[in-house]
C-alpha cells in the first residue's frame, strides 16, 4: 500500500502495518495497565506515561540495528518495549522486583537492559544528552557503525545540556541522533512560555547540525523521517536532529490538575490519536481488517496481563542484597565499609 | 528551663491558632515575603502556572503576577546564576531548586559564585540571596530523586543551611533568611509538606542561630533535623516506655551548626545518638560526632552512635528503600546501645 503523506509517498506492506499498529497498541495497553496498578497503589514513584506519544517508539526504535544504543527519559517505557526488553521485565520493575530489568532499583523512571543496548531512562531533564555524547564517541573511536539515538522533551532543549552537546556532537562528527520528543509542555510550561526561540530547526541549525521536524503522531511519517535521519549519520556524516511533534493525552506524572492547558486543546490532539488513525487508515486502504485489529488489541492485552501476573509472583530482592552493585565486585560487607 | 523550652511552651499555649499543612506554612512564609518586600520576587521551574512541584507557591502568581512569580525554563545553573546577579543588584530573590537532586546542575553557581563572590570582591559585593529546595527520600522515587544532601551543602564556607522540620520553622525562617545579606539554602524535606499540625496565627521571623531541644530527658542525647525529627521523637517515646529519658534536639540550621546546644546536652546525659537521613561517610554526622569528641570526650559516658541512610543508591523497591533509611527501631536501638541497656 502506498499511502500519500504531506511531504512524500511511503510504502507499507500488510506484515509491517500490522506490526507497527500492534507495537503501538502494546505499549499503550502496557501503560493503560500501569496507571490501573498505580491508582491500585500497587505500582509507586513517579510514572509518566506516553500514551499519544506511541507512534514515535513504534516507528524509529525497530530501524535501528541490535548494535545501536538508545538513551532515555523518564517517559521511556514506549521506547523500552520497543526495543525488545519484554513487557514482563518492564512490568516487574515496576513492581520493585527482582526480576525487573533494573532489579527493582530503577522503577518506572529507570529502565535498564545491557543486552538490548538501552542506557537507561534518566530522571534528571537533559541528564541522558551527555551520555549519549559518550556512547556515540566509543563508537566513532572504535569504528563501529552503530548509531546512539538519545530520547529528549521538549523542555530538554531549554537545558544547557542540550546546547553543550549539540556542539560537540557537531564538532566530533559523532553518530548521534537527537530525537527531541516535543509534545508542547516541560510539566506545566508550555513551550513558547520557556524559550525565545522556538524553532529548534533554527538551533539546530546554530550548531550546523542538520534537522528535520515530523509529525510525530503518523508513525509512517516517523519511520520515513528516522530512516532518512539514520542513513545520513551511519553514512558517517555527523549528528541529526529530529523533532517528533507530539502530545501526551495524560497528566505529566499520574496526576495534575492541568491547570496549563486547555480541556480542548487535548480533545483536539485526542482526534490524531497514533493509533486510531492508523487505524483507520489501515481499514480505509483494505489492507486489514477489523478482526486483525482486534486480534492484536486482544493479543496486547493477553500479554500485559500476563506481565502483570509474572511481576507479581516475582519476588523480591531479599534485603541483605541492599547494598550491591555500589562497587561491581565488591561483596555486600565489602560495600558497607 | 531554657528560652527553647520557653519558645515550645509559648507555641502550644497560643491563644489563636490555626491548622495548616507544612506545605501552607511554606506558602505563608513565600506569601508573606512578597507582600512585605518590593524587592523579593520567586523564581523557579512551574513555580507560577504549575503551581509549584509540591503546590506550594499555588495561588502566588495569582495574587503577585508573573514578574514576582516567576516561571523558568528548566536551567538550573541559568536562573540559579540569575538570582545571585539580581541579589548582586539590589533585589533579594528567593530561588525555588524543584529538589536537592536538580540542584546538583546549579551547584557551580552555587559554590563558585554565590559562595565566594564577598570573599573575593574583599567584603565589596555581598549576596543577599534565598535558594528553597526540597530534600530527602522514602516516596519510592528511587536512587535520582531522594537525595538529603544538606549536610553537603553545609560543607561550602559562605553558605548558611537551613533545615526546617517544624510548621513554625518553614513559615518563619524565610523571612529571617531574607534579612541576612548572605546566601541562605532553606532545606524542606519533601515528606512533611503534607502534614497538619497548628500553628499560632501570629507570627514573626523566627530565630535561625540555635539548635532547639524539642523533648527533654537526661538520659541520652539524640540529635536530628529536618524530616528525621519525626521518627526520632518517636523512638524518643519508645525508649521512654522503657524507662529511657531521651534529649531531643533538633539542630534547624546546620551550617552554622550550634556546638552549645549540644555540647549542654551531653554534659547532662553523656551519651549521644545522631539521626541523619544523609550518608555516613563525610556527613554532618560525622562533623557533629567529632566536634563532640573534640569538645566533650571526657564527659561521655559511651562512644558516640550514629543512625544513617545505608551507603547505597536509594532503591526503588519499598522495602529496600525502608531499610535504607534511619528508622524508629534502630534509633531505639542504638538509643540502647549507648546506655548499655
Ligand atoms: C534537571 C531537572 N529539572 C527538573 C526536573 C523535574 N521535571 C521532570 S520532567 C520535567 C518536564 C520535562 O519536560 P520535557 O523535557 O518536555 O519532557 P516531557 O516530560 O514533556 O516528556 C520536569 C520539569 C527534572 N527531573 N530534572
Ligand atoms: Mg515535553
Redesign the pocket.
Known sequence: MTIQLSHEPVTVDRDHALQLLGEMLRIRRFEETCAELYMAARVRGFV?LCIGQEAISAGLIPLLTPEDRIVS???EHGHALARGISANACMAEMFGKVDGCSRGRGGSMHLFDAQKRFYGGN?????GLPLAVGTALADKLQHEPNVTVCF??????A?GEFHECMNLAALWRLPLLFAC???L???G?ALERAQAQTDRLVKAAGYHVPAESVDGMDVLAVASAAQRAIDFIRAGNGPYLLELRTY?FRA?SMYDPELYRDKQEVEQWKQRDPIDTFAARLLQAGLVTDAEIEQLRQAAADEMAAAVAFAEASPLEPVEQLTRWVYSDATPEEQER | MNSTHVALAEAATAQTTTRLTFREAARAGLRDALARDERVFLMG??VGHYGG?FAVSLGLLAEFGPERVRDTP?S?SAFVGAGIGAALAGMRPIVEI?TV??SL?ALDQILNNAATILHMSGGQFNVPLVIRMATGGGRQLAAQ?SHSLEGWYAHIPGLRVLTPATHEDVRGMLWTALEDPDPVLIFENAALYPVEASVPVEWSPVDIDHAVVRRSGSDVTLITYGGSLYKTLQAADELAAHGIQADVIDLRTLRPLDDATIFESIARTHRAVIIDEGWRSGGISAEIGMRIMENRFYDLDAPVERVCSAEVPMPYAAHLEQAALPQVAGIVAAARRVIGG
Open positions: 509518566h527519559t523518564y517517559r530522571a534528571i531533564v537533559g541528564g529528549f522533551g521538549d523542555g530538554a532543549v537545558e520528543e516535543n509534545n509542555y516541560a510539566m510550561t501526551r505529566h | 521551574e512551574d512541584c528548566l538550573e524543584m537532586n536538580f546542575l530523586h
